[in-house]
């Protein structure tokens, strides 16, 4: 009695998945498939396999992000647990008999997490971007592989749609379920999770989540990190070297319209001192983001780049985040039944 939710952009992956799970129904299993299809322009209909076609059952999303698209598919489910899946993620052979074993647990169990490998390639060492995505095989509560009771969904109204990225929403949710007195758990089921071909420069894109890390802040407080076990980042040091490079900037054209004044000298050392501070900061960043990688020209020469560019770009991304979510009242905060911490 389980239904499986999978929001999906149409990425070609989807068959695949969709593949592996056709080989895993039995027939009269009590299984339901609920594709929501959050394509913010349409498409062509999406191809389900025979195997599964009585199974599933394809809703229109508003293209509103991942966590509005899981919302639309756990309240169309129609049995007590929703697992959720990614629709880039490949299940193992045994992944729906594993679910149903995980899911059999005591009733105050709201959730059971399954595993997730992200293979790498062989013979050299992994770009970042195949870093960041092998990032998601120690993560907690992610939803690339999550089963939920559907009244511990309920009990908390969802996923918050005002995180419209697939960004931090399942570590929220998660937090206030387990608020809300629920346990999970990691259970014995596993997908693997391949590295999605990118663009160079998808560290720049990614910056964007800055902007619901504002809202986490505004939401949970200054420790909202350790509130939902988030590991630290690096916000404080983007800040601070772009205040470098903006003090530069500034002395520098301060200096350039001092000249011949008593000011000049001055402006001039601060513009040299904050510069070579940037540059110094910067360097460090590019270097440990280098330093594990394969070490190409292409790899070295977006590393270079990007390790400028993100710290203004993430500070940016925050700033308008918190103006965005100004007005959003902070959420209560506190410990888990039974949690000593």
């Known amino acids: 009695m389980i239904s499986v939710v999978v929001p999906t952009l149409g990425r070609d992956s989807l068959a695949d998945l969709l593949g592996i799970l ?26 389900v396999p025979g195997a599964l076609a009585p199974y599933t059952k394809v809703l229109r999303g508003r293209g509103a992000g991942p966590a509005a698209a899981r919302n639309l598919g756990w309240r169309a489910a129609r049995h007590p647990w929703v697992a959720f899946l990614d629709d880039d993620v490949l299940p193992a052979p045994d992944w729906l008999a594993r679910l149903r074993t995980d899911l059999a647990v005591p009733d105050r169990v709201g959730g059971v997490q399954g595993g997730i490998r992200v293979p790498l390639p062989a013979g050299r060492r992994p770009t970042d971007w195949e870093r960041v995505t092998a990032g ?118 301060g200096a350039v319209a001092a000249r011949g004044s008593r000011m000049h000298r001055p402006l001039t050392a601060v513009a040299a001192l904050a510069g070579t501070a940037w540059l110094a900061g910067t360097a460090r960043f590019a270097t440990a983001r280098i330093a594990p990688g394969p070490g190409t020209p292409a790899e070295v020469g977006t590393m270079l780049v990007t390790s400028a560019v993100i710290p203004p770009l993430a500070v940016t991304h925050w700033l308008r985040g918190w103006w965005r979510h100004r007005a959003e009242l902070p959420r209560p905060i506190g410990r888990y039944p039974g949690d000593r911490r």
């Open 22 to 47: 056709a080989g895993q129904v039995t027939e009269g299993g009590e299984l339901e498939i609920l594709l929501v299809d959050d394509r913010p322009t349409g498409g062509t209909e999406l191809a």
């Open 136 to 253: 998601l095989a120690d993560g907690e509560w992610i939803t690339a592989d999550m089963a939920y009771r559907r009244v511990a969904l309920a009990a908390v109204g969802g996923f918050d749609e005002r995180f419209p990225r697939a960004y931090r929403e399942d570590a929220e949710l998660a937090h206030r379920v387990r608020l809300a007195g629920w346990r999970l758990l990691r259970g014995t089921r596993g997908v693997r999770h391949p590295v999605r071909p990118e663009s160079r420069w998808i560290s720049l894109r990614t910056q964007r989540g800055n902007s619901d890390d504002a809202l986490l802040r505004r939401l949970y407080g200054p420790s909202w990190r350790t509130e939902l076990g988030i590991p630290a980042g690096r916000r404080h040091r983007h800040a601070a070297l772009t205040g470098a490079a903006v003090l530069a900037v500034a002395a520098l054209g």
